[in-house]
């Protein structure tokens, strides 16, 4: 299969600032669009990170996190589908993130377009959520293979409203679908069979919103195979007819595809399926997976989202902190009659916990769930509890979450070995996540968050906590 591809974006004619973004991984043969919205330097930070973050992350993701985040009834697609899902969902997050880090960025957000082309089997994979648009010309026929998530579109479907009507509305740009609007978001998914000499077309509303389908296909038939012109002269083109919004084109063709056996069957996913917005605990592995790879996002946050009052910067505060605390320990040094001792001697150097997750090993809990007794079965718990080494074993998958003052400070995922949490001293929220799963407090009270006291001592103390099957521990 020979494909041949070409990305342009233009600010436009009325517009000073360009709020669209463009992603291409030629390698893996993966390409999107996206259009920013929330003001001028808003709209452009939000397309241009959920960018940075979907390139950065694509070689990173795995079936194992794809599963986590869009669930087990997924389990049987390739991972190569479900990877570009996941990674919209992670963007979405990331974005989501960043408007309550920034209070000043709310209400920023994103469209996403994507394609991904599965060469070994000539198909095309949709992705799309907002109303930036992919479009297939064959055979001088032009085709739209997303569906626009506005509000026209709404009314459209619902008879509330005709197409013509549609076309003089006031609130043409009201999209009810995008990226880092919302905590979750819903992404619609399609794909089918690439035929020789296919052109698809991945395009911001800049382009239809001045061009007809009708004058995109002429452009594309006019100029094809020559992506460069054809994405040229379509930016071009809606330029000249009034270039009121930002445009961005991706073109890509496919000038020959690869030869199949007779016998090999090609599935196709002609009709949407829309991947539904994710469950709590699959935004804590996204908050995890963002969490984890922070450093290759590099956008710079726009200005007016940051406090230009010196005294509220991070780094004067750290400065003048440190200046405190090297006067803190010249005077103890200067003014103590013993001898000299480090910092680590006056308050110990770390503070935090080794957390160790268990839950009742499966001979006990036969032996539990065996009796009707309600005082009998409090006593075995209780010596559970006492007994944990003996009596239980390691939990993994549950979802780790450290706060203080509702702000998360430590996201994580157990494993089958205690997890270390590092923290400054203080008072904090300990909440753990797993379907079906509740804290056993020592008042056996089921719990999803129980209260964590860190202090500096040398070394990290252990912390054991024991969830159990809420199912059979409801009436205790």
Known sequence: MIILNSAKTSTGVVRTENQDFFGVNEKDKFFFVCDGMGGAACGDFASKYATNVILSLFDKITKKDSISILGEEYSDYDENILRPITLIKI?????????????????????????????????????????????????????????????????????????????????????????????????????????PGDVYILCTDGLNGELSDFTINDIVTLHKPNVEEISSELILAANNSGGRDNTTVISVCAKTVTELSENEKIVQQKDFITFDEEKSHATIREDSLIHKNSR????????????????????????????????????????????????????????????????????????ITGTTEKVFKMQILQNVLRNADAFT???????????????????????????????????????????????????????DSIELMLENSKVLSDKVVIMVQEKYFKNI
């Open 296 to 367: 290759k996002f590099t956008v710079p946050i726009p200005e007016l989202a940051t406090n230009k009052n010196i005294f509220k910067s991070p780094l004067v505060i750290a400065l003048i902190l440190v200046v405190f605390c090297m006067f803190g320990i010249f005077t103890y040094s200067f003014f103590s009659n013993g001898s000299q001792k480090d910092i680590v001697a006056l308050t110990g150097n770390i503070s935090g916990i080794m957390l160790d997750i268990r839950t009742i090993k499966e001979d006990k809990l036969k032996e």
């Open 393 to 447: 074993e390691p939990l993994a998958n549950v979802g780790v979450v450290v706060s203080v003052d509702g702000m998360n400070k430590f996201i994580s995922f157990s494993e089958y070995k205690p997890l270390e949490i590092k923290l400054p001293e203080g008072r904090y929220m300990l909440t753990l996540r797993l379907e079906g799963y509740k804290i056993l407090d020592e008042n056996l009270k089921l719990k």
């Open 91 to 195: 963007a979405n997050r990331a974005l989501y993130n960043m408007t309550k880090k920034y209070p000043k960025l709310a209400g920023m957000g994103t469209t996403c377009s994507a394609i991904w082309i599965e060469e070994s089997k000539n198909l095309i994979h949709i992705y799309n959520v907002g109303d930036s648009r992919v479009y297939r010309i064959r055979n001088g026929k032009i085709q739209q293979l997303t569906q626009d998530h506005t509000k026209i579109k709404e009314l459209i479907d619902s008879g509330k409203m005709t197409v013509e009507d549609s076309k003089v509305a006031e609130f043409q740009s009201m999209i009810t679908r995008a990226l880092g609007t919302m905590s979750t978001v819903k992404v619609d998914y399609k794909s089918e069979l690439i035929r």
